[in-house]
């Protein structure tokens, strides 16, 4: 996928996958919303969060991080409305 431009803030997937683990493994068992990436990433947060979702996705299907909505598994794609992301191993 290509970077993403908020504004004049262009973050790439890396980035974005950088942010997601190292916020995933700072919290430990503790899950967090995908939009406290976006907002550590630009002023500009909302558009990123397309972006946001389809990285977490990804990892999400290589086992490095665990999506949940209402305490139930769910894809970031499909998921419509508020998730939270965690370590594979943490709990809600």
């Given at each position: 996928?290509?970077?993403?431009?908020?504004?004049t803030?262009?973050?790439?997937?890396?980035?974005?996958?950088?942010?997601?683990?190292?916020?995933?493994?700072?919290?430990?068992?503790?899950?967090?919303?995908?939009?406290?990436?976006?907002?550590?990433?630009?002023?500009?947060?909302?558009?990123?969060?397309?972006?946001i979702?389809?990285?977490?996705?990804?990892?999400?299907?290589?086992?490095?991080?665990?999506?949940?909505?209402?305490?139930?598994?769910?894809?970031?794609?499909?998921?419509?409305?508020?998730?939270?992301?965690?370590?594979?191993?943490a709990?809600?």
């Amino acid at each position: 996928m290509s970077p993403i431009s908020a504004r004049t803030t262009v973050v790439s997937d890396s980035t974005i996958e950088t942010e997601l683990l190292s916020l995933a493994a700072a919290r430990g068992a503790k899950t967090f919303c995908p939009s406290e990436i976006a907002r550590r990433l630009t002023k500009n947060w909302r558009p990123l969060m397309p972006a946001i979702r389809t990285v977490a996705d990804r990892l999400v299907t290589a086992g490095a991080l665990r999506c949940s909505q209402g305490g139930r598994p769910v894809s970031p794609l499909a998921a419509r409305g508020p998730i939270r992301l965690a370590q594979p191993d943490a709990t809600s």
